[in-house]
DNA sequence: AAGAATATATCGGCTCCCGATATATTCAGC
DNA sequence: GCTGAATATATCGGGAGCCGATATATTCTT
């Protein structure tokens, strides 16, 4: 799942979405952090929807304007949440490291070559 | 930050490993989830170091065999911990939409009658 | 002697993101 | 009335980055 992917799934999450609503969400859920494209949102939707994550939940014209709504599967909620969960283990495994990485810096002067206990990881966390 | 790269930073967080230690350190992390290629890896290593992120620490012959060992740098240590921060901050939002998802489920009418009404989210998280 | 594991590195193909571009309507400002 | 910004869709070419295959070499296991 790429990072796109990962904020369009998010922005679905909540309730379906036309293609400019979600940019407009990503932007804002990301706190500003996340600018997409349109020319990134229409290959991602493509990609979702041939992967059946997302379907085309309805069209409206709204004030002259076409609006394509976007929804999430079953499938993609499930996706999405498995997602979330490999990004939540991946940024819990890298703050402990860093952490372990402080407390025994990694070229010490001097220290080099007595590493110890030979290798203090694989602790194993959730 | 692409996904190879920051697995590659969180495995050197804690100390310094020549490449083929990181596969394998990325793997045990990833708990098999995360299988990263040796195609992958050099790519990755030469933009870590390109980018001043990473720097070899040394080089070491152990038994017969080379080993090339690269450490994080003050500024690697720092891109990672902010993009775990960012990581974080997605995972959650997901989540969170997911859940507000299922309270109003799919293209519900009613309660969607004011535009942007603020539903600041990713407020705070570790 | 053969195969797996350790350890390095390169290359072509493919996927995917981005910037630019195109079209069309509505609304605010001059 | 005209212009520009915002809203809303979509496509295309370039480039970045990941993967599978491939290559080389030593050590360990069978």
Excluded: N
């Excluded at 293609?19 to 600018?35: D, M, N, P």
Aim: hydrophobic fraction near 40%; charged fraction near 25%; aromatic fraction near 4%.
């Amino acid at each position: 799942m790429t990072q796109a992917a990962f904020f369009v799934l998010t922005a679905l999450a909540d309730q379906p979405r036309h293609g400019y609503g979600i940019l407009r969400e990503v932007e804002e859920l990301s706190e500003g952090a996340v600018q997409m494209r349109v020319g990134t949102l229409y290959g991602v939707l493509d990609r979702l929807t041939a992967d059946e994550l997302i379907v085309l939940d309805r069209e409206e014209v709204q004030q002259g304007r076409l609006r394509r709504y976007y929804r999430l599967t079953d499938e993609g909620t499930a996706a999405l949440d498995a997602e979330a969960e490999r990004l939540a283990a991946g940024a819990s495994a890298a703050k402990k490291r860093i952490a372990e990485g402080r407390r025994t810096p990694g070229s010490a002067p001097g220290t080099t070559g007595a590493p110890g206990t030979g290798h203090g990881l694989a602790g194993g966390l959730a």
